[in-house]
């Protein structure tokens, strides 16, 4: 396989690897927030029901994520976990997740792209599902990244150190030459355990800012 030589950065960054939700799109506030007002909730309380703790586990949302079991599996599934927050659900929750309203970013889109044309080895890296591929293809050029990690297909997830490996494995880069792009904190710990550089994004903008700062483009 012809490899491109990287450019030089101070950091020695050769690979940079993107989260989907809150990176590429916008995180999917809105519903979780209608949902948390039916039940007088906050939002991370309602999270971890539906979607289930920080820490990878046997939730429903996570077995999913995993390829272990498939999206219509998961509401019937949650009992054990919305009795222990005292919530006694609709019913209609994973299908309301399931569609959200999102913007895509396109600055970052467009960044990953040049990013790519330039001679980095791009990777998106992502918790998903099998039956939302389609829409993620829609999104994003798949033709952007050198590797799409979907958990649903490694059977792993992050922050399961599994699917960094794979990750790294799959770009043919050493863990030390990769930037990580995430949003949520939890996903970044195994990363750094790894070696990997990270950013915490909390918005577009930042994001562009330290990918201007950590991998400059011409
Ligand atoms: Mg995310």
Redesign the pocket.
């Known amino acids: 396989m012809e490899r491109r030589s990287p450019p030089r950065n101070a950091s020695g960054i050769e690979a940079v690897v993107f ?5 590429i799109i916008s995180p999917i506030v809105e519903k979780v927030a209608v949902l948390a007002d039916r039940f007088g909730i906050t939002m991370p309380e309602l999270l971890e029901v539906l979607l289930g703790p920080r820490e990878s586990g046997d939730h429903p949302w996570h077995r999913c994520e995993r390829g272990e079991i498939d999206v219509a599996d998961i509401q019937g599934l949650l009992g054990p976990w919305a009795d222990a927050a005292g919530l006694d659900l609709h019913g209609d929750e994973i299908d309301v997740l399931m569609d959200p309203t999102y913007s895509v970013l396109d600055v970052v889109v467009e960044r990953i792209g040049r990013l790519k044309a330039a001679g980095y080895r791009t990777a998106l890296l992502t918790n998903t599902f099998a039956e939302y591929r389609p829409t993620m293809q829609q999104v994003v050029p798949f033709d952007h990244f050198d590797a799409i990690v979907e958990s649903f297909e490694v059977k792993a997830r992050k922050p399961e150190r599994a699917i960094y490996e794979a990750t790294a494995v799959m770009l043919g880069v050493d863990h030390s030459r990769i930037l990580y792009l ?3 904190d939890q996903n970044l710990r195994p990363a750094i355990e790894l070696g990997w550089s990270v950013v915490h994004v909390t918005g577009p903008e930042q994001s562009l800012r330290e990918l201007d700062r950590l991998v400059p483009l011409d």
């Open positions: 989260d989907y939700g809150g990176v995430d949003d949520f």
